[in-house]
Nanobody, 121 residues
């Protein structure tokens, strides 16, 4: 599966932004995840969603502010980000793994190229 992320940008603190990731070469039975990497930090898990969309998991730092969703007809997974904080500034990556839920970077087999999200205070 190949992944292409888009939708990043700059926003003020408290604002909202949505990033999207389009998959090709397979999507339906993949567990999809979003990760992020800030300068000088490790890439960290943000959110994940199973193939049917009825099981989601979030990092504690984004619970209640971010929402992951997917449209299987469009081979697309979204990350809606609200109440953004400067500490959310990072490059956001989408990732895929076959079938089962996972939050570890090492468990994902396909990665998109990343999209920059910048939140100013």
């Amino acid at each position: 599966v190949q992944l292409q992320a888009s939708g990043g940008g700059s926003v003020e603190a408290g604002g909202s932004l949505r990033v999207a990731c389009v998959a090709s070469g397979g999507f339906l039975y993949y567990f999809m995840g979003w990760f992020r990497q800030a300068p000088g930090k490790e890439r960290e898990f943000v959110a994940g969603i199973n193939y049917s969309g009825d099981n989601t998991v979030y990092a504690d730092s984004v619970k209640g502010r971010f929402t992951i969703s997917r449209d299987n007809a469009k081979n697309t997974v979204y990350l809606q980000m609200s109440s953004l904080k400067p500490e959310d500034t990072a490059v956001y990556y989408c990732a895929a793994r076959w079938n089962t839920i996972a939050t570890s970077r090492a468990d994902y087999t396909a990665w998109g190229q990343g999209t920059q999200v910048t939140v100013s205070s």
